[in-house]
């Protein structure tokens, strides 16, 4: 699959058509998605239609914009106006949203091409893409391994050539391990930088969009496109931002990177993941930073926290699923028996596992211990981060302690699935940045990860950074 | 810290979340919770006396955007996505305990 960039000077110039380029996207999908399973829907009619539209534009003499033609895989969590949006559950069965994602409304505005809607863990709670309601999503590079999650279907799609980008939503990793996973770039935005209007919500303090690409220069391509203040969005970010993609190119001269000691030596680092980012820390410094050791004390506590805090906030989020607007009902006595039947029915196991924990973390003579806690954890998560980043640049960490795992290996642990999540949470838990870029190969010739992180609002170093690393590869 | 979660805690979360499990799902949550809440508990052991709790990670106070009327969602495509309608709105089966 061609870069993204490539197709939009193509198509925007007249040179190759958007319609070759999405029968392209087609034709791989047609090879491969039987065995990969990243989509939950494929939107061949409507992508073949607005790919003549895009066509018909340039015809016309008008820019359909900076994505024009490029094929755009969407997260099934995102809402598409009258297309359905599952969420990977069967809680939503038949839903057509009535409005779109303010993330979808930018890329098909900039001229992109939606070419399906990806699997992922309902209700994007997950690391592998197992919790879906419709099955799981393979690895491109080892059917028998997990792409990792909860946007294993994005990252499969681009990793599998489907699509050359795709869309994600981050409450924990979600966006960065199975980047990491599946060997391609994935990038979670600061919290508010792109608008999460029409993103179906997990953890709301916690969600982030953001893009999957296989090439920094593409993932900072979509990024331009979608980050931004939106008024749908009251946490939205309200200074218009700087494009990354011009900056790209400046290198690493001078800037101070930190590798944080903590995540390095987290229960379960592979050898060769630990190995990878010493590796990235040593090409950076050729390439003119100053690498040192750091140390995130509370970056250890901030898994436990997670996992009070997500949850609680997503058994508040998930109260919506009722049986009376939209999605599955069955039917009961009375309202009550109608709504607690109908979340039974429609929730897959990890889903009601986490609103039963986050239940319990807000019931009465818990909710100091654990969530009240966990708050107070996040604080010093946040504060440790500022200290460390009045001394550094940006940080360097593995993305994943591991490489794709086996399909199976951690479905009858949900702890042991939660803890493939270590090096991702604090990141959501600060608001900050951060970028998974594949740096050489660990276990079984499978891709690694190494993770890039910096402080609130700045991307444009995180993704010079990125482009270093992938230079030097 | 050991964490005790008994079946009648389960039952009790499980009305509080309007869950109506299977005896089976009941069996395999009790298990499951004390196991994950006993590794979240590391957090309840520390001493965080003094620091204050985190909701969000931006100092948002009112938000507030100009007052502008823009069109809603459209009616008839919001009322087709519900398992019962009547006369434009929500139906659903009786809320009061008279039949």
Same mark, same amino acid.
């Given at each position: 699959?061609?870069?993204?960039?490539?197709? $939009?000077?193509?198509?925007?110039?007249?040179?190759?058509?958007?319609?070759?380029?999405?029968?392209?996207?087609?034709?791989?999908?047609?090879?491969?998605?039987?065995?990969?399973?990243?989509?939950?829907?494929?939107?061949?009619?409507?992508?073949?239609?607005?790919?003549?539209?895009?066509?018909?534009?340039?015809?016309?003499?008008?820019?359909?914009?900076?994505?024009?033609?490029?094929?755009?895989?969407?997260?099934?969590?995102?809402?598409?106006?009258?297309?359905?949006?599952?969420?990977?559950?069967?809680?939503?069965?038949?839903?057509?949203?009535?409005?779109?994602?303010?993330?979808?409304?930018?890329?098909?505005?900039?001229?992109?091409?939606?070419?399906?809607?990806?699997?992922?863990?309902?209700?994007?709670?997950?690391?592998?893409? !197992?919790?879906?309601?419709?099955?799981?999503?393979?690895?491109?590079?080892?059917?028998?391994?997990?792409?990792?999650?909860?946007?294993?279907?994005?990252?499969?799609?681009?990793?599998?050539?489907?699509?050359?980008?795709?869309?994600?939503?981050?409450?924990?990793?979600?966006?960065?391990?199975?980047?990491?996973?599946?060997?391609?770039?994935?990038?979670?935005?600061?919290?508010?930088?792109?608008?999460?209007?029409?993103?179906?919500? /997990?953890?709301?303090?916690?969600?982030?969009?953001?893009?999957?690409?296989?090439?920094? $220069?593409?993932? $900072?391509?979509?990024?331009?496109?979608? $980050?931004?203040?939106?008024?749908?969005?009251?946490?939205?970010?309200?200074?218009?931002?700087?494009?990354?993609?011009?900056?790209?190119?400046?290198?690493?001269?001078?800037?101070?990177?930190?590798?944080?000691? !903590?995540?390095?030596?987290?229960?379960?680092?592979?050898?060769?993941?630990?190995?990878?980012?010493?590796?990235?820390?040593?090409?950076?410094?050729?390439?003119?930073?100053?690498?040192?050791?750091?140390?995130?004390?509370?970056?250890?506590?901030?898994?436990?926290?997670?996992?009070?805090?997500?949850?609680?906030?997503?058994?508040?989020?998930?109260?919506?699923?009722?049986?009376?607007?939209?999605?599955?009902?069955?039917?009961?006595?009375?309202?009550?028996?109608?709504?607690?039947?109908?979340?039974?029915?429609? /929730?897959?196991?990890?889903?009601?596992?986490?609103?039963?924990?986050?239940?319990?973390?807000?019931?009465?003579?818990?909710?100091?211990?654990?969530?009240?806690?966990?708050?107070?954890?996040?604080?010093?998560?946040?504060?440790?981060?500022?200290?460390?980043?009045?001394?550094?640049?940006?940080?360097?960490?593995?993305?994943?302690?591991?490489?794709? /795992?086996?399909?199976?290996?951690?479905?009858? !642990?949900?702890?042991?699935?939660?803890?493939?999540?270590?090096?991702?949470?604090?990141?959501?838990?600060?608001?900050?940045?951060?970028?998974?870029?594949?740096?050489?190969?660990?276990?079984?010739?499978?891709?690694?990860?190494?993770?890039?992180?910096?402080?609130?609002?700045? !991307?444009?170093?995180?993704?010079?950074?990125?482009?270093?690393?992938?230079?030097?590869? | 810290?050991?964490?005790?979660?008994?079946?009648?805690?389960?039952?009790?979360?499980?009305? *509080?979340?309007?869950?109506?499990?299977?005896?089976?799902?009941?069996?395999?949550?009790?298990?499951?919770?004390?196991?994950?809440?006993?590794?979240?508990?590391?957090?309840?052991?520390?001493? *965080?006396?003094?620091?204050?709790?985190?909701?969000?990670?931006?100092? *948002?106070?009112?938000?507030?955007?100009?007052?502008?009327?823009?069109?809603?969602?459209?009616?008839?495509?919001? *009322?087709?996505?519900?398992?019962?309608?009547?006369?434009?709105?929500?139906?659903?089966?009786?809320?009061?305990?008279?039949?």
């Amino acid at each position: 699959m061609r870069a993204a960039l490539e197709i $939009a000077t193509d198509v925007r110039s007249g040179a190759r058509r958007a319609r070759e380029v999405v029968e392209e996207s087609l034709r791989a999908i047609e090879n491969r998605e039987p065995d990969v399973h990243a989509f939950t829907l494929v939107l061949r009619d409507e992508a073949m239609a607005a790919a003549d539209a895009i066509d018909a534009a340039v015809q016309r003499g008008e820019d359909p914009g900076p994505l024009a033609g490029v094929p755009i895989a969407l997260k099934d969590n995102l809402c598409t106006r009258g297309v359905p949006t599952t969420c990977s559950s069967r809680i939503l069965d038949g839903w057509r949203p009535p409005y779109s994602a303010t993330v979808v409304d930018r890329v098909v505005a900039a001229g992109a091409v939606v070419i399906g809607k990806t699997n992922l863990d309902e209700f994007a709670m997950g690391s592998s893409t !197992e919790n879906s309601a419709f099955g799981p999503t393979r690895n491109p590079h080892d059917l028998d391994r997990v792409p990792g999650g909860s946007s294993g279907g994005s990252a499969a799609a681009v990793a599998a050539g489907f699509a050359p980008v795709a869309l994600g939503s981050d409450t924990g990793g979600s966006i960065r391990q199975p980047a990491a996973l599946c060997g391609v770039v994935g990038v979670k935005p600061t919290y508010g930088r792109v608008s999460r209007y029409g993103l179906v919500a /997990f953890a709301s303090s916690l969600d982030q969009i953001g893009p999957f690409a296989n090439s920094v $220069a593409d993932a $900072a391509l979509v990024f331009d496109v979608i $980050a931004g203040p939106d008024p749908l969005d009251s946490t939205s970010i309200v200074d218009v931002p700087e494009p990354v993609l011009p900056v790209l190119d400046d290198g690493v001269a001078g800037l101070r990177v930190g590798i944080i000691e !903590e995540l390095m030596d987290v229960d379960g680092v592979q050898p060769e993941v630990h190995a990878a980012v010493e590796r990235a820390g040593a090409a950076l410094k050729d390439a003119g930073a100053a690498v040192e050791r750091v140390s995130v004390p509370s970056a250890t506590y901030g898994l436990a926290a997670y996992y009070l805090i997500a949850p609680a906030e997503a058994s508040s989020n998930l109260a919506r699923y009722d049986g009376v607007r939209y999605g599955l009902r069955v039917d009961g006595d009375d309202v009550a028996s109608m709504n607690a039947r109908t979340r039974d029915a429609g /929730f897959g196991p990890e889903v009601k596992r986490r609103i039963m924990l986050g239940t319990y973390a807000l019931s009465a003579g818990y909710y100091d211990a654990y969530y009240g806690q966990a708050q107070r954890v996040r604080t010093l998560i946040i504060r440790d981060f500022e200290r460390v980043y009045r001394e550094c640049d940006v940080l360097l960490s593995p993305t994943s302690p591991t490489v794709a /795992f086996k399909l199976g290996a951690k479905t009858g !642990e949900p702890l042991a699935m939660y803890l493939s999540d270590v090096c991702t949470i604090a990141t959501n838990l600060a608001g900050h940045p951060a970028i998974s870029v594949p740096f050489g190969t660990g276990e079984a010739g499978l891709p690694v990860g190494v993770q890039v992180l910096a402080p609130a609002l700045g !991307e444009p170093i995180m993704f010079r950074v990125a482009k270093a690393l992938e230079d030097a590869r | 810290m050991p964490v005790r979660i008994t079946r009648a805690d389960v039952e009790h979360v499980a009305r *509080l979340a309007r869950l109506a499990l299977t005896e089976e799902e009941i069996e395999q949550l009790t298990g499951e919770l004390e196991t994950i809440l006993e590794h979240a508990a590391a957090v309840s052991t520390l001493d *965080l006396a003094g620091v204050p709790p985190t909701a969000h990670p931006l100092p *948002l106070v009112n938000v507030l955007r100009a007052d502008v009327v823009r069109p809603p969602l459209d009616r008839a495509e919001v *009322l087709a996505q519900a398992p019962d309608v009547e006369d434009g709105r929500f139906r659903v089966p009786r809320i009061l305990d008279a039949p």
